[in-house]
């Protein structure tokens, strides 16, 4: 068997400030059989047949992607995982594909299958960049931050990883100063208050 890959549109998610359009690391795994010769091909027939209907699906399903059918693309590559559930290259496309949908947790347990793969190191990377991706679409950017950090420590010179870093820690601290903005307007009003309370109360003392 023999594997080929191939990038379809790429890009990363946009930087705080600017008006750069959301992006993601987008590639689609192709399989294909092949026949080496035909005394194998006679042995093992049921079994060159099972690879082809497997293959098939893939094939279909990149088809769909490609055409924007990402729903259905979803579907063909979860309905090869089932014959071939421990090739992380099928849950990597089913991944996109639920990416491309919007169905964010189903992406994210797809990249999260493939990233697990550790004799691809390729997969394995991009796997946990996109899950960082899909976690960001979730709003976890805690763990999104840990997945970039993961990234880098496989790839230093992972520039997609390094950038959506720097994007995920800005929007944590924003959030982090928005929250202390609000816990001391919070508090504000409570002092207010309690000022208030106390003027009533020595009000109260005054008209007796």
Not at 5 to 22: E, I, Q, Y
Not at 33 to 38: A, K, N, T
Not at 190 to 201: A, L, R, Y
Request: aromatic share 8%; proline share 3%.
């Amino acid at each position: 068997m023999k594997a080929y890959h191939f990038n379809l549109d790429s890009s990363r998610l946009p930087g705080a400030g600017n008006n750069h359009s959301p992006i993601s690391k987008i590639r689609v795994w192709i399989l294909q059989s092949i026949i080496l010769s035909s005394l194998i091909l006679i042995l093992s027939l049921p079994l060159t047949g099972f690879a082809e209907s497997v293959d098939s699906k893939i094939q279909e399903g990149i088809s769909q992607y490609h055409e924007g059918n990402f729903k259905d693309a979803g579907q063909s590559f979860s309905s090869a995982r089932v014959d071939r559930p421990d090739d992380s290259r099928i849950a990597y496309n089913q991944g996109n594909a639920h990416y491309k949908e919007g169905s964010f947790p189903e992406a994210l347990q797809a990249f999260t299958h493939s990233s697990l793969d550790e004799k691809n190191p390729d997969i394995r990377k991009n796997s946990i960049y996109n899950a960082g991706n899909t976690l960001v679409k979730l709003g976890k950017l805690k763990k999104a931050e840990s997945a970039y950090k993961k990234v880098l420590r496989l790839d230093s010179d992972d520039m997609d990883a390094k950038f959506n870093l720097e994007y995920v820690r800005q929007q944590l601290k924003k959030k982090e100063d928005q929250k202390q903005d609000s816990d001391q307007g919070n508090q504000k009003n409570e002092d207010n208050d309690s000022s208030s309370e106390k003027e009533q109360g020595e009000n109260q003392k005054q008209n007796k």
